[in-house]
């Protein structure tokens, strides 16, 4: 279609391009043109450069390795007594070995209870305490002093199936661990290695000592080099807890010398050990002992032939879990010899412990036990 000259008129007219470019005489047009092209060909440029800027870091952003961040590390193996990480897998029927070890006032300190993974303690006579000390995976050097058996030491370390190590013995206790499934382990010499051994700076018969390596020669002598048992404890890394604080536990005993205190450490989760003296309770190469977790349990307790002591290890009694500086009030049980001690809350629920070394106090029943 053509355009009438009037129609032409009116639409240059009305066209912004040539009302724009009309104020322009012919030279000025030209330098808008150069000044266009010029502000064309460096956005173009620009353009250009951007998009090989762009290309090159997108591939050394593809090229270069993602940091890689570790996982947390999972753990798969657990001492069995304890509940402790392992760095490497460990059987869990290892050898058990259940050293006696004497608690008098001339055996402190002593050497080898800081390296136990659960500790018994109990009278054995004239109001003196013991300790059994369990070992699977630690290996202490020295362990001592050692003492002789009573007739309730065995009833402890039997569901255990441990061999137990010992000096001498009441003639009950003597007689009763010479007979299966008691495994006896003592004797002072084996092919000429001396199996326990008298140190020079303490008086008899609180310097008789051994370790492990020597106890495990001796126990493999006789054929026990293995323990195969039920673990006796729930373990967890976020163990049963309660609301009432416990700071502070008094465990009375017997006597002022063997009454026991722990005093809970934030900083480490554990209970330092101290007597009611004041004194705190020292293992010679390590320092203050601060198990994880502390058992209290009431016991009835006797004293028969010789001023021995003759504590009641089966049935049920009330019982104290005291870790995290709490306490859970529990109930005890060991439905026979042969059988585990088991830990239940008020509501029959077995009761999980943290992780760590456990000592279990065997507190006569007419003795106090006292936390704040």
Do not use: C
């Amino acid at each position: 279609m053509e355009l009438s000259g009037a129609e032409s008129n009116l639409f240059d007219k009305q066209n912004p391009f040539k009302r724009f470019f009309s104020r322009f005489n012919r030279k000025q047009k030209i330098i808008l043109g150069v000044t266009a092209g010029v502000i064309a060909l460096i956005l173009l440029t620009f353009g250009i450069v951007f998009a090989v800027t762009r290309d090159n870091v997108n591939e050394e952003i593809a090229e270069t390795p993602k940091e890689e961040i570790p996982d947390d590390p999972v753990v798969s193996h657990y001492a069995p007594l304890t509940g402790l990480p392992l760095d490497e897998e460990f059987p869990a029927n290892h050898l058990v070995i259940a050293a006696i070890i004497e608690n008098s006032t001339a055996a402190r300190p002593q050497s080898g209870l800081a390296e136990a993974e659960i500790i018994y303690e109990t009278i054995a006579n004239g109001g003196i305490s013991r300790f059994i000390a369990l070992y699977q995976v630690n290996r202490p050097a020295l362990m001592g002093p050692m003492r002789s058996l009573r007739n309730h030491f065995a009833d402890w370390t039997i569901p255990f199936d441990a061999a137990m190590a010992h000096h001498g013995g009441s003639d009950t206790a003597l007689a009763d661990i010479a007979r299966p499934p008691n495994r006896s382990i003592q004797t002072m010499t084996l092919a000429g290695t001396e199996i326990y051994w008298r140190i020079r700076e303490r008086q008899s018969p609180h310097n008789l000592y051994t370790n492990i390596e020597r106890l495990t020669l001796l126990a493999t002598s006789r054929g026990y080099t293995t323990s195969n048992f039920t673990i006796p404890f729930l373990r967890s890394d976020e163990p049963a807890t309660s609301t009432v604080r416990a700071n502070q536990v008094n465990l009375n005993m017997a006597q002022a010398s063997m009454n026991v205190v722990y005093r809970f450490d934030e900083a480490t989760s554990t209970y330092l050990r101290s007597f009611a003296t004041g004194a705190a309770h020292h293992d010679r190469e390590h320092g203050q002992l601060a198990p994880r977790v502390v058992i209290a349990i009431r016991v009835n307790s006797r004293t028969v032939s010789s001023d021995f002591e003759d504590v009641t290890t089966t049935g049920n009694g009330e019982a104290f879990v005291f870790q995290d500086g709490y306490v859970i009030s529990a109930r005890w049980q060991k439905l026979s010899r042969s059988a585990p001690l088991e830990l239940f809350d008020t509501a029959g629920h077995p009761i999980v412990l943290a992780r760590g070394q456990t000592w279990i106090t065997a507190v006569p029943n007419n003795n106090t036990i006292s936390w704040q």
